[in-house]
């Protein structure tokens, strides 16, 4: 045997083994035979996206139509955030602190209504109940109530602003402290504090968009976008777009 | 009301309390819905069958909330009633997009203990 064939047998029984070592590993990895689509493609098209094999595709592997619906309840200024990194967007978030403060108002209201409607329901109760002052005057402030509650929720989301409502038992308890002079026991103070401390940590992450990011420096930090819709640094000139379809009144 | 009933009757309406708050969290899911496109227009106002779907929702929750105080004691009818806030996260969830951090759940989990220490205080 030659020196070469024996140093060629030798390399191959190299080879082999390696080959051996790593196998675990390449049955793992995707293996694409020369001329199939792109990976991206590939991932495209198993989630039914319409433009997979036209290539129209962001670097999520979606078409920006799939990518815009993925994000059809952001305000459109923000629009371009969520589209950017759209399979790693973990958290879509915007409610104004003018929502939150309108829900606030609105709930003194209401509970001012309620106390008014139980006092017009005192005593016998009759159609002649109907017409007292109290039932309509809290019938109005209801009416208002609404009214403010729905220009909120017009630029807020409803997991942040419904558990604001909670705020009427904390006007009802103080009421009833201050106008009916009952004795507030140390337990009752503690609930007040709690659903304060919730309110607060309701609105606590809500004011801004938040994206994850998932690999590279960035990794899993958590980037913020005022709600108004100020871009982050980096932004193109999709951005320049977005900002202008706002202002055509396309929002939230 | 007999004294054997009773039992029954509160676990009834703690049930009934359950599905109000259900359906005040649809009327408010409507209400969030017809929000979009609200503007104080009469002619705006009557084309907007999200806010009167949510409207009707909520009365509807009102009023059977209403019935159920005469069976349940407010100091439990309270606390059941802020189960709402519940209901209203997972339907925001699902039909909203909304995404829920973890500092909301911490929030509710907040609210519900406030409301419930409220009414038993």
């Known amino acids: ?252 | 009301m007999s004294a054997e009933l009773s039992g029954s009757v509160i676990v009834l309406s703690i049930c009934a309390m359950v599905v109000a708050t259900g359906i005040a969290g649809v009327g408010a899911l409507f209400l969030k819905k017809g929000a979009r496109g609200f503007e104080l227009h009469p002619k705006k106002l009557l084309r907007n069958r999200f806010l009167q779907l949510g409207i009707f929702f909520y009365a509807l929750s009102v009023m059977i909330y209403m019935a159920l105080l005469h069976y349940l004691p407010l100091s439990l009818a309270y606390p059941l009633s802020s189960i709402g806030y519940i209901w209203v996260v997972f339907l925001s969830k699902r039909y909203l997009n909304e995404k829920i951090t973890m500092w909301r759940w911490v929030g509710i989990g907040a609210i519900l203990i406030g409301v419930t220490l409220l009414s038993f205080g």
């Not at chain 1, 026991?185 to 609930?191: D, M």
């Open chain 1, 1 to 252: 045997m030659s020196r070469a064939t024996q140093r060629r047998n030798e390399s191959e029984r190299l080879v082999g083994r390696s080959a051996r070592l790593t196998s675990g590993y390449a049955e793992k990895r995707e293996v694409r035979p020369p001329g199939a689509q792109s990976v991206r493609a590939v991932r495209a098209e198993r989630a039914g996206s319409p433009g997979a094999r036209t290539g129209l595709l962001n670097r999520d592997g979606l078409t920006r139509h799939a990518a815009n619906r993925r994000t059809a309840n952001l305000p459109a200024a923000n629009r371009h955030v969520a589209n950017r990194k759209s399979a790693s967007v973990a958290a879509k978030t915007s409610t104004s602190r003018v929502a939150m403060l309108l829900v606030a108002v609105c709930t003194l209201l209401t509970a001012t209504a309620q106390v008014l409607m139980k006092i017009s329901m005192a005593g016998d109760v009759s159609f002649s109940s109907l017409l007292r002052w109290q039932l309509l005057l809290g019938g109005v402030l209801y009416a208002i109530a609404t009214v403010l509650l729905m220009f909120a929720l017009k630029r807020g989301e409803l997991s942040v602003l419904y558990p604001i409502v909670s705020l009427g038992f904390i006007w009802v308890t103080l009421g009833s402290v201050f106008l009916l002079h009952e004795s507030l026991p140390i337990l009752r103070w503690l609930g007040i504090a709690c659903i304060i401390v919730g309110i607060i940590a309701l609105g606590h992450d809500s004011t801004r968009i938040i994206t994850r990011t998932p690999g590279g420096k960035s990794g899993g930090r958590v980037r913020g976008v005022r709600y108004r819709g100020t871009p982050v640094r980096g932004s193109r000139s999709r951005d320049l777009q977005d900002s202008r379809t706002k202002r055509m009144g396309v929002r939230l």
